[in-house]
């Protein structure tokens, strides 16, 4: 079994920066695909960005691209978001996803519990 506990998330004004991470215990997730995904009350859960495995290949949604980055350390067990020039449409809970697509196109993923951003304007 994968937990995944995010962290970093507080209270900031746009413009500014926040660092996000994703600590993951259990079962070593360094063949997991990585993700974060970001959601409001009453609103869909958005895709955020992505990391492949070994850290080599990423994916972000569009209104997060040239902003964000992330990163990981499979060494640590941690995903990081380094949000950047952040803008109060970033408010959301985000939470941190861990995929891994098994034999016989199997899927299985993990979920964080989420942590709070909140961008003051």
């Known amino acids: 079994q994968v937990q995944l506990v995010e962290s970093g998330g507080g209270l900031v004004q746009a413009g500014d920066s926040l660092r996000l991470s994703c600590a993951a215990s259990?079962?070593?997730?360094?063949?997991?695909?990585m993700a974060w995904f970001r959601q409001n009350l009453g609103e869909g859960r958005e895709f955020v960005a992505a990391?492949?495995?070994?850290?080599?290949?990423?994916n972000y949604g569009d209104s997060v691209r040239d902003r964000f980055t992330v990163s990981r350390d499979n060494g640590k067990k941690t995903v990081y978001l380094q949000m950047n020039s952040l803008k109060a449409e970033d408010t959301a809970v985000y939470y941190c996803?861990?995929?891994?697509?098994?034999?016989?196109?199997?899927?299985?993923?993990?979920w964080g519990q989420g942590t709070q951003v909140t961008v003051s304007s």
């Open positions: 259990g079962r070593s997730v360094d063949d997991y695909a």
């Open positions: 996803n861990a995929g891994l697509l098994g034999p016989g196109a199997s899927y299985q993923d993990h």
């Open positions: 990391i492949s495995w070994n850290g080599r290949s990423t």
